[in-house]
């Protein structure tokens, strides 16, 4: 498995506080050979809790977890980061890392676009959009969240333990 590794940071934007911290990891076409498998690959590195389906078409976060998005078929632009965030194109095979606080949101999909996602150890995750009053909390639960043991891709070898020391 071999892919390229980007890192994207957003800033608080008032409304999505994305995480102060961490980067956002972008592995471009690390499943593109077995997109089927991304599920099983998550989960044989201890990302579980998992599901398959699409992205909400608004923008929101988790507070309380991390999160994996896999694709498994077909294509997507999601946007990171809030309202002034960055539009990024995903197909099949590529995985993207969210930071807890991440913003994120479907901008377009193919019919066939279906993403798999998954949790650090199984983690519940809350569902959180920006609203004023979620905002204390949100923000004291972002610190909590641990940084994972193992890379959603790579296990115990990977760009997550490298980049989010």
Known sequence: MDSTVM????????IIPNNP????????GAAKDKPSQIEALFNSHNWRNSWTN????????????HEVLGV?????????????????????GDIILLPAGTGHKRLSASPDF???GAY???MDYNLRRGKEGERPLALEEI????????????GFDGPLLNLWK
């Open 7 to 14: 890192t994207f940071r957003f800033d608080d934007d008032g």
């Open 21 to 28: 911290h961490l980067p956002l990891l972008l592995y471009l």
């Open 72 to 92: 498994k078929s077909g294509s997507a632009t999601i946007q990171a980061g809030g309202e002034q965030g960055k539009a990024i194109k995903l197909h099949a």
């Open 120 to 122: 650090p150890d199984g």
């Open 143 to 154: 610190r909590q969240v641990p940084i994972p043991d193992t890379d959603p891709v790579y």
């Open 54 to 65: 699409g992205v909400y078409d608004f923008h929101h976060y988790h507070s309380n977890s």
């Open 114 to 116: 279906q993403i798999v």
